[in-house]
T-cell receptor, first 112, second 115 residues
């Protein structure tokens, strides 16, 4: 069974630009969560989607948004990029019930 | 404020030695996760601890959970260089009305095993 995939793996953007990251969950998984990892703040929860609905959102500004499609693939968007948005963005998928989350390889975003 | 605290944050060990990483959390979560992360890589799931008193072992790693004390431990036995990585514990907020997709992570323990 294929794991969680994320594209692109690396991205360099300039301040003020916007970016879209993509996550394809494990086949059959309907829950996708996004996390931001930085050296200073560690791993922080961004949001979770289940069946195309956002179920929970972390403490991030409105510049961070996401969506989920009917095939469970998810995208997250960051508008008006700031230097502090440079991070590793991880997505995780989960199956039914209280199963554990499986993480993708991440997208390394660098904002210059 | 919800907190997950790991200690130590940095651990330098010699091969063959034993050590324990501690994870304290402030919620009433009944589920705790341990992950491993190699430099530049994603998170690899190590253990899911589902109930009070749960103990799981895999190779040289053993994890336990005490929900009453809100404490989990990750014990390393006879460390080898391949165990060098950063180890994270995390709890989910479901018992507090959050969703299962909302994990709160500790800061991580960077383990370095030296010959």
């Amino acid at each position: 069974k294929a794991g969680v995939t994320q594209t692109p793996r690396y991205l360099i953007k300039t301040r003020g630009q916007q970016v879209t990251l993509s996550c394809s969950p494990i086949s059959g998984h309907r829950s996708v969560s996004w996390y931001q990892q930085t050296p200073g703040q560690g791993l922080q929860f961004l949001f979770e989607y289940f069946s195309e609905t956002q179920r929970n959102k972390g403490n991030f500004p409105g510049r961070f948004s996401g969506r989920q499609f009917s095939n469970s693939r998810s995208e997250m968007n960051v508008s008006t990029l700031e230097l502090g948005d440079s991070a590793l963005y991880l997505c995780a998928s989960r199956g039914q019930g209280r199963e554990e989350q499986y993480f993708g390889p991440g997208t390394r975003l660098t904002v210059t | 404020e919800l907190k997950v605290e790991q200690n130590p944050l940095f651990l330098s060990m010699q091969e063959g030695k034993n050590y324990t990483i501690y994870c304290n959390y402030s919620t009433t979560s009944d589920r705790l996760y341990w992950y491993r992360q190699d430099p530049g890589k994603s998170l690899e799931s190590l253990f899911v601890l589902l109930s009070n008193g749960a103990v799981k072992q895999e190779g040289r790693l053993m994890a336990s959970l005490d929900t009453k004390a809100r404490l989990s431990t990750l014990h390393i036995t006879a460390a080898v260089h391949d165990l060098s990585a950063t180890y994270f514990c995390a709890v989910d907020l479901l018992p507090l009305g959050g969703s299962q997709g909302n994990l709160i992570f500790g800061k991580g323990t960077k383990l370095s095993v030296k010959p």
